[in-house]
Structure formats: structure tokens, C-alpha cells
């Protein structure tokens, strides 16, 4: 068997911010689980459906691996990325790592992974990986994955090479940090304004403030979306909460980023957006389960009212990210 020493096999909330955690503690950087997403402006928001999906996804952050990309370009750190349609070489690429005593960050299919729990399709998962043997790949994922985890070679191989939305071509990447890092408290101010540049300014109507305004119109119609509503609105609701986590489509995450900085800066445009955002985490629960609710009943009113409590989140995300544009270095 073969393991790199010194693992902090913590897991956390986020797939990808707990995959960044390990390569980043391996390196003597230990943030936050909410530092790090906040660090790599994670937040966002999407309304996707299209013909050939069973039900419309609504997601809470940025693209998979973007998150990655924007800690690396403001922490400094030399991020290596490898791809290849080589199952082969993608092996060799880890292995050859792992054997140097550096672990591996990999972007793959989760619904072929030996422990997941939840049998769906995810092309834009992430993991840690710190060893393998003959039969098995030893991981980092998510607390309410395992936390330290481990599948077989096979099932990890079909993962990597999945294809289909947001997959990657067995995407593996490691982390290297400078001699003379950065103070992340110096990126803050950045990352937070770039954010909320982004969700304020989205290309499409499906993305940020006016992704969730769009989600509010059609998720009044989510019961003749589907035959089956008693399973699609649940599952749906259960994505958004369980998924979107630690509850609330990863607001929680950004509202306890925000308080993190609310330490280190005054500044009244990073508390109201806090407030703002503390007050978006509880609605965005009380919005899945009113959906959930909708699909168990049949009974389309509790849809009219998660309909409108989108519209108010809308309008309250808006605010907020209007306020922490306004921020200052």
C-alpha cells in the first residue's frame, strides 16, 4: 500500500473546497472551509433545464474547478493540472504522484464511487486522493460522504472516465504553494467584489440574481414539469439542501465567509451584506421545503409560495451583492 504521510484527511461540507483543503493543509496552508470558497468567489447561482433532462438542476455556486482556478490565481499557488483520454496515462499521471508524497485532487463522476450514497449521476465532483493498493484508492471527501473514504480501482477508473455534463477528461491537479504566500486577508476584498460582480452582472438570464428570479416564475409549474412529482420535487428539494451544502444552495457557506471577514475589516457594506445573506440562508431552507411539500401533496399552492419566496431571495441576494460590490481595499 502506498499513502502519503502527513494526510489531514478532514472532511468537510463542499466536495471541491474539501478536496482543496487537503492538498492546501499538505502544504502547511490551513483556512477555513468558508475561507476557501469565499477565497475562490464560489457563490453564484444557476436555473438549468433542457429537453434532455428529466428535471430542471438548480445549482448555488460558480462552475466545478472555477473555484479552484480563482484560489490558485489570488493565493499565488502553482496549481498543475493534467487531462487525458488515456485511461492509462490518467493512472500513471496519480500514481507517479502519490509515489513522490504529493496527493491529488481528481475530478470525477461520483455515481461510481463504491461509498456515495446517492446514486446520481455528477460529473463535477471532487476528491482527494492520498494512496492506493492493489484493489483500492484510499480518498478525502465530503463529512457526509465519509470523510476518509476508499473504492475500488475499477469503480474510481469508470468515475474518471465518465462523460456527460460538467465531466472533465480524467482531470487530476495538485496544488503548490510559494515560498512567500500571500496574506489571504489582503485577497478578500477582491474576491468578494468579483463576486458579486459577476452574480450582478450574469451574460444569461439563468445565472445569479436573475437566475433565481427566473426560477421563482417557472418552479410554479414544476407539478406538470414532471409525471412523477412525488419523486422529482423531493429530490429536488433534497439537491438544494443536502447538495447545495450544509443547507440553503451554499448561502450558509458565503454567510459564515462573511462573517469570517467581518473580523478582520469594518466595513458597513460587508454587514449589511452579511445580514443580507444570514437571511437568505434560512429562506432558500424554507423554500426546498415548501417544493419538497408540493411534490409529497400534489397541492400546486406550495409551489405559488416557493414561487415567491425566490422572488424575495431575488431581491434580497441583489441588495446584498450590491452592498459587497461597494467594498473598499
Known sequence: ??????????????????????????????????????????????????????????????????????????????????????????????????????????????????????????GGHVVAMYGYDDHHA????????????????????????????????????????????????????????????????????NLGHRGIEKAGKLVRTWLQRTDNPQRDLPQAARLMEKAGTGGALFRNLYRDFLAECAQLLDSSHLRTGLGLYAEAATLWTEAAALIAEAGESGDAQYLEQAGTVLRDLSRMEREAMQALSCLQE
Open 138 to 205: 484510499y480518498l478525502v471527501d465530503t463529512d457526509q460522504q465519509g470523510g476518509a473514504v476508499s473504492t475500488s480501482l475499477a469503480g474510481l477508473a469508470q468515475a474518471r472516465a465518465a462523460r456527460g455534463p460538467m465531466t472533465a477528461k480524467h482531470r487530476s491537479f495538485t496544488l503548490t504553494a510559494p515560498r512567500n504566500l500571500p496574506s489571504p486577508q489582503g485577497q478578500i476584498v477582491p474576491a468578494i467584489t468579483a463576486c458579486a460582480h459577476a452574480f450582478l452582472n450574469p451574460p444569461i438570464a
Open 1 to 122: 500500500m502506498t499513502t502519503v504521510k502527513d494526510i489531514d484527511a478532514r472532511g468537510t461540507q463542499h466536495c471541491e473546497t474539501t478536496a482543496v483543503g487537503v492538498l492546501l493543509r499538505h502544504q502547511g496552508l490551513d483556512l477555513s472551509e468558508p475561507m476557501l470558497f469565499g477565497l475562490g468567489s464560489g457563490l453564484s447561482f444557476i436555473y438549468w433545464d433542457s429537453k434532455n433532462m428529466g428535471f430542471p438542476f438548480l445549482g448555488g455556486r460558480i462552475k466545478p474547478f472555477d473555484l479552484s482556478r480563482n484560489l490558485a490565481n489570488r493565493l499565488g499557488l502553482e496549481l498543475l493540472v493534467q487531462e487525458t483520454t488515456s485511461p492509462r496515462r490518467a493512472w500513471d499521471n496519480v500514481a507517479a504522484l502519490i509515489d513522490a508524497g504529493h496527493p491529488v485532487g481528481l475530478q470525477l463522476d461520483s455515481y461510481y464511487l463504491d461509498y456515495f450514497t446517492s446514486k446520481v449521476h455528477f
